[in-house]
């Protein structure tokens, strides 16, 4: 039986009511599904939450799918205007962010970015189908830190046009058709968010980062982790570009450069009294590490953050600190180490 029959047989049972049925339609989109609402959301529990959603409100209009569109577009239909729905509640209940006690005068104060790391353990089911042929960003580019900082910047009608059509690839229309809008509206929102975009984001140049996992990446990776864990904050500084900037989610404060850094880095190793403990990991196509405190009463170290790096040729061009060690789980990251 052709594939086309098949969808359409599987479909007639899940309008039907088959539970079976609907997942056969809607399971191989679900990874997909939650890397298109972190893009949108930053927060990757929330993109699982919105994804349940998604399926469960799918579940509920079944019977009135006709298929006139496929499964996919439906589905990203109902996921992004759940996305805009959630970030319009966001925008009314405005969050708290706790300011750093003690913290040294950093180099620049920003609004609050309320975004956690993704990990690559996820993208590894994600199929090459998720960006399109009209895509404008690689798959690689389209997951990084610096592309998902810069969208939780834009509206959100402008973020979610410019996912759905230079991510994913998804035409003016069937943008238009999710969105229950005028293409020219899209047009208009596509046009201001890629202005923005191109603001905000650095020239790319793939040549400035290391192939991931390559030889290169895992001796600037290396001699990192090996300072971190000897508490030689001269090395770490070392390893930076001259205009490295360190930034901690959600807190509005940007250290840019060797002394703004180091002096940082400096300050709270003297509050920690200890070195970390490193574990290395990766987030966002980008190499981490699950960072622990030992424990001045036993011989272990408790989770204390999660360190993205940023890297261009053979140096580290941002440090990003997540505090939430809540996220720890989903990378795989033991609950405690022994020292």
Known sequence: ??????????????????????????????RELQLHCYRILGSMQ????????????????????EGRASVRSWLYRIATNRCLNALRARSRRPREVHAMTEAPEPTRRTDPIWLEPYPDAL???????????????????????????????LPPRQRVVLVLRDVLGFSTAEVAEMLDTGQGSVKGALQRARATLGARLPAADREQAPRPNSARERQVVGRFADAVESGD????????????????????????GHDAIGAFLRHRAILRG?????VPTRANTQPAFGCYLPDAHAAI????????LTLERDAIAAITWFADTGVFPHFGLPRTLRV
Request: net charge negative; aromatic share 8%; proline share 7%.
């Open 1 to 30: 039986m052709g594939g086309d029959a098949l969808d359409s047989a599987t479909l007639a049972r899940a309008r039907a009511g088959d539970e079976e049925a609907f997942r056969e339609l809607t399971e191989p989109y679900r």
């Open 46 to 65: 929330d993109a699982e939450d919105l994804v349940q959603e998604t399926l469960f409100a799918a579940w509920r209009s079944i019977e009135g799918f």
């Open 123 to 153: 993208l590894e089911d994600i199929p090459d189908r998720a960006l399109g042929p009209a895509a404008r960003y690689e798959a690689r580019e389209s997951i990084e830190l610096g592309f998902i900082v810069a969208l939780q910047g």
């Open 233 to 256: 904050i001269d090395e770490v500084v070392a390893l930076l570009t001259d205009d490295a900037l360190l930034t901690m989610p959600p807190l509005p404060l940007e250290y840019q």
């Open 274 to 278: 200890a070195p970390l403990r490193v």
């Open 301 to 308: 170290a408790r989770p204390y953050g999660l360190i993205v």
